[in-house]
């Protein structure tokens, strides 16, 4: 009986591991070399393979497993797998792969339609010593999440991206040993979906909701001390924030000191420079914001320009926090508003008999200035030459040409009342009855 089209197409991890590290793409040899005995007729396996410790195998159709005692043999030392952009949709398969690698630490699922397929409990201890998993854009559900961090004693990092989930289903048991969770690109919105995190993980560190609608930070400070004992990490950047309460609840965190918060709605109407100058100063403990360190000298700016920032709005509207840095600082002056117009001086221009008086401003360059006086005396366009005479030390000085076209005018320390003598540039001529 002919194989169908279907049978045909699919291709095993075993299949894939051999074709890609086959001793023939590797002539010199690369990684570790794992020797094997004469393999079995029809074994996909080669005599001899070059494996590294880190496998990737990302988008090469796999949807089996293959031989499980191949697996053992070949990946006896591997510590690391992708298999994002595959094909496989059993956890049996997936399981199988797992259960002969006994030193996977990281694993990585990511892309592949496990949607609706849940792992049984039975079967989840296989993955007992992993520590980093990523289940990024699988639409797993949160039971099989439940499953896994339930079986998983050293999972450190959870990546659970873009699974479209819009809300948490909470754990009946707890997984102490998460430290990172990364649930960006989903649709959460509420801070009591949130919150469910700090129950199932609580000795979790880094919180990264990035690209999620959470529109507020709820709790009081002894829930948020409860929930987030550890939590010193936390990344909010495009969610739904709007109101500068929710930054202050931040500071419930206990050991709180890393904030992300970029692209919130509570932002927008500030410049660049208002939104860290504002934040920061909200933020007291916050050591690294928005992916930069903060130092003294910028933190004590921001609380100065904090202070200057509220101190003309009505009692009743100042921010409790403004209170503390005004014990701190106390009342402090408005800045003195510094000029940085252009500055303009008048001088006189000589073009032979004929003098006019000229307004220069300083920061255009000495070929803007030739363009401006062309065009203003209407000199000829075939060529000036432009001097400065200082007029309190042309006796010392004497004339001095202004030659450098990208020059400011500044540089010449031009003042009101010096002059600027402006002569037709001559050609020189050398002929043989000069000799």
Not at 60 to 65: L, R
Not at 83 to 104: A, F, K, M, R
Not at 177 to 185: A, G, M, N, P, V
Not at 229 to 236: A, C, G
Request: glycine residues 6%; negative net charge; aromatic residues 6%.
């Amino acid at each position: 009986m002919e194989s169908s089209s279907d049978e045909e197409e699919v291709r095993t991890f075993v299949q894939v591991l051999s074709e890609k590290y086959n001793p023939e793409n590797f002539p010199y040899g690369q990684g570790l070399g794992v020797v094997l005995l004469p393999s079995p007729p029809g074994s996909p396996v080669k005599d001899r393979l070059f494996l590294p410790s880190v496998l990737v195998l990302n988008d090469c159709g796999i949807s089996k497993a293959g031989d499980k005692s191949d697996i053992a043999t070949l990946c006896a030392h591997v510590v690391e797998l992708d298999l994002s952009y595959n094909q496989l949709n059993d956890w049996g398969e997936i399981c199988t792969i797992v259960s002969n690698i006994p030193h996977l630490d990281f694993l990585n699922l990511s892309m592949n339609p496990l949607s609706g397929v849940e792992l049984e409990p039975s079967m989840a201890e296989i993955f007992s010593r992993v520590r980093r998993l990523v289940l990024i854009n699988t639409h797993v559900s949160w039971d099989t999440v439940h499953t896994l961090t339930q079986h998983t004693p050293e999972l450190e990092e959870l990546f659970l991206c873009l699974n479209g989930y819009n809300s948490v289903s909470e754990s009946q048991t707890s997984c102490p040993s998460l430290r990172l969770l990364q649930i960006t690109d989903n649709q959460l919105q509420e801070w009591a979906e949130v919150r469910k995190f700090g129950l199932m993980y609580p000795c979790l560190s880094t919180l990264v909701l990035a690209n999620n609608s959470v529109n507020s930070v709820g709790d009081t400070q002894e829930t948020l001390q409860r929930l987030f004992p550890n939590l010193r990490s936390i990344n909010l950047n495009n969610s739904g924030l709007s109101k500068w309460e929710d930054i202050e609840r931040l500071n419930l965190f206990p050991k709180l000191e890393e904030v992300k918060a970029k692209g919130i709605p509570l932002l927008q109407p500030y410049t660049p420079q208002e939104r860290r100058s504002l934040l920061l100063a909200q933020l007291p403990s916050v050591v690294v914001l928005n992916g930069g360190a903060v130092s003294n000298g910028e933190r004590e700016d921001a609380e100065r320009f904090f202070i200057r920032y509220y101190q003309d709005c009505p009692q009743q509207e100042l921010p409790e926090r403004y209170h503390i840095l005004v014990s701190k600082y106390g009342h402090l002056a408005p800045l003195a508003e510094v000029d940085l117009s252009p500055r303009c001086t008048m001088v006189d221009v000589r073009w032979g008999e004929r003098v006019e008086a000229v307004s220069l401003r300083l920061e255009q360059t000495v070929c803007d200035l030739k363009k401006h006086l062309r065009a203003l005396l209407q000199l000829p366009t075939n060529g000036i030459r432009l001097f400065y005479i200082n007029r309190e030390m042309c006796s010392v000085l004497g004339p001095e040409e202004l030659k450098c076209g990208s020059r400011a005018l500044h540089s010449y320390s031009i003042r009101d009342g010096d002059e600027i003598l402006v002569v037709p540039k001559v050609k020189s001529r050398c002929s043989s009855s000069d000799l």
